[in-house]
């Protein structure tokens, strides 16, 4: 998950890393921050869990409601 608000050079870094994975951008970062209770929050990932599954299927339905 990468901040709506990120930068450049840290969205090409995040690219070049994640190759086989989706990389969605649909919280701003003082969004994220606040969900995540963290500052400073651009960027976040999350290990391969059925919890992880679920969180790609929402975010996914959730980038495809606010792309259309």
């Known amino acids: 998950m990468e901040a709506t608000d990120a930068g450049?050079?840290?969205h090409q870094r995040v690219m070049l890393v994640s190759k086989d994975m989706d990389v969605f951008q649909v919280f701003e970062t003082e969004e994220l921050e606040k969900a995540l209770?963290?500052?400073n929050t651009v960027h976040a990932a999350f290990l391969k869990s059925e919890m992880a599954n679920m969180v790609k299927r929402e975010l996914?339905?959730?980038s495809d409601f606010l792309n259309e």
Do not use: A, I, P, T
């Open 37 to 39: 209770n963290r500052e």
């Open 8 to 10: 450049n050079d840290g």
């Open 60 to 62: 996914k339905k959730l």
